[in-house]
């Protein structure tokens, strides 16, 4: 079981990136599944998160209406569109999944059993 992120990188304020979240090992198709970041010296926060069938989405109200949540099941995969970048949105961003039988999207770290490795998004001003 293995959940792969991507796609972080340097980029300048009010700029954009996308981040992906690939699985392998089993399916996530079914499960919800979400982005945390983790800001230095800071704790781990939820940012969005997307249900199996992708028919519900929820955000924090700190990304509200610049951050899209994604997912191409056939691809296996999950997508964070950034956009208008702030440096606060500094951190290192992680994917995570619930397990199948979960079927309502959590804020909380907690609630999520699977994790990718994480990556870094650094925005400058």
């Known amino acids: 079981v293995q959940l792969q992120a991507s796609g972080g990188g340097l980029v300048q304020a009010g700029g954009s990136l996308r981040l992906s979240c690939a699985w392998t090992g089993r399916t996530f198709s079914g499960a919800v599944m979400g982005w945390f970041r983790r800001a230095k010296g800071k704790e781990r926060v939820f940012v969005a998160g997307?249900?199996?069938?992708?028919?519900?989405?929820y955000y924090a109200d700190s990304v509200k209406g610049r951050f899209t949540i994604s997912r191409d099941n056939a691809k296996n995969t999950m997508y964070l569109q950034m956009n208008s970048l702030r440096p606060e949105d500094t951190a290192v961003y992680f994917c995570a999944a619930r397990e199948l039988r979960r079927l309502t999207i959590s804020t909380a770290e907690s609630d999520y059993a699977y994790w990718g490795q994480g990556t870094l998004v650094t925005v400058s001003s």
């Open positions: 997307i249900r199996g069938s992708s028919t519900s989405t």
